[in-house]
């Protein structure tokens, strides 16, 4: 018993191919982890940009590099090529410059990064009771525009007192569409060129249009605008004749209907 009790286990011998085994990994870990969130070898060094117009490639430049300046988390570089958020960076370029429609990006081992953009098209001019814009076939405001009716120019007057800005959605995209149809038909099947276009309140489900011979023209932009501008040929070819020019307007909101008035 007394042998028992003071018998003391010998101590564990180290293996030290384990623990150098165990060491190294930890080291090469440590050193790849370095190397992907803070070496510079693994950072965006150059930024390239194509597509760009009327935006000049310098201010998507320095917004890139605003956007990618800093730490995400404190700890992770914001222009590590490892750890870019592809998605942020692109929603950040849409945000700050609305003329800008879509982004793709790319970048390579060599720190390139290569921004691709699309700039928005007009596709008719908006106009509140301040100013002027260009607005796409999204309908979203993206840059200013002179105050131009007639002509080639699609134009659309808001007299509902809404004040737009750059970046805002000033209307609908289904409006836009009916407004487009609407100005080719009326110069294509009735030789009839427009002013301008005019809404009261938005969302618009009543549009007027304003002819250069000074009368109206009363659509619903919830039905088919090439229906409707049929529907006002057969009335000026059939009723009205040679009396256009005593014209005060011509409703064809109320389908299968044409109402209109003479001054």
Aim: glycine content about 4%.
């Amino acid at each position: 018993m007394l042998h028992q009790n003071y018998h003391r286990r010998q101590p564990r011998k180290i293996n030290w191919r384990v623990w150098l085994a165990v060491t190294a990994v930890l080291v090469i870990v440590a050193a790849a982890v370095y190397a992907l969130r803070f070496s510079p070898y693994s950072r965006i060094k150059e930024i390239k940009v194509e597509g760009a117009q009327k935006v000049s490639s310098e201010e998507i430049i320095n917004l890139s590099r605003q956007a990618l300046d800093g730490r995400k988390h404190w700890i992770i570089p914001k222009d590590s090529l490892v750890f870019f958020n592809e998605q942020e960076f692109k929603d950040i370029l849409l945000k700050q410059v609305p003329l800008i429609k879509s982004v793709d990006v790319a970048r390579n081992i060599s720190g390139l990064l290569s921004i691709k953009v699309q700039e928005r098209q007009k596709a008719i001019i908006y106009c509140d009771r301040r100013q002027c814009y260009n607005i796409d076939d999204d309908g979203l405001v993206f840059e200013g525009a002179p105050a131009v009716y007639g002509g080639m120019a699609i134009a659309l007057k808001d007299n509902s007192g809404r004040e737009v800005k750059i970046g805002d959605q000033a209307v609908g995209p289904e409006l836009i569409s009916f407004i487009k149809d609407a100005q080719y038909s009326l110069n294509e099947r009735v030789n009839l060129n427009l002013i301008y276009f005019e809404a009261s309140s938005f969302p618009a489900a009543e549009v007027d249009a304003m002819t250069v011979e000074d009368w109206k023209i009363l659509f619903d932009s919830n039905q088919s605008a090439e229906d409707q501008v049929a529907a006002l040929k057969l009335v000026l070819d059939e009723k009205i004749k040679d009396q256009r020019d005593e014209l005060e307007y011509v409703d064809l909101r109320i389908e299968n209907r044409v109402y209109y008035k003479l001054k």
